[in-house]
């Protein structure tokens, strides 16, 4: 992980314990191509958290908006989650 990555997830940290208090529930908004694959990979690392996930298709049909909302037990596990996800190729994380 890069310098500014690293400080990013950091920056992410320190406003998300100063903002919630843990178990907390958590919004994660991202942009996928749309790809039965890649959508599958973003919606699979929610599975068995009871998740509630939305996907909806942009106007051209190229890109999928996944909104993943959950429990999370802390900062560090939306950031952990956050890094999971940002393998798939393309994905925008919001």
Do not use: C
């Amino acid at each position: 992980m890069d310098k500014k990555t690293q400080e990013f997830y950091e920056r992410l940290k320190t406003e998300l314990d100063e903002a919630n208090v843990w178990p907390a529930e958590y919004l994660f908004k991202f942009i996928v191509p749309t790809d039965k694959q890649k959508i599958d990979t973003v919606e699979n690392a929610f599975n068995g958290m009871g998740a509630v996930i939305h996907t909806t298709q942009s106007k051209t049909g190229k890109f999928t908006s996944v909104s993943v909302n959950v429990r999370m037990e802390s900062s560090q596990s939306i950031i952990d989650k956050y890094i999971e996800v940002s393998t798939v190729e393309g994905i925008i994380s919001l």
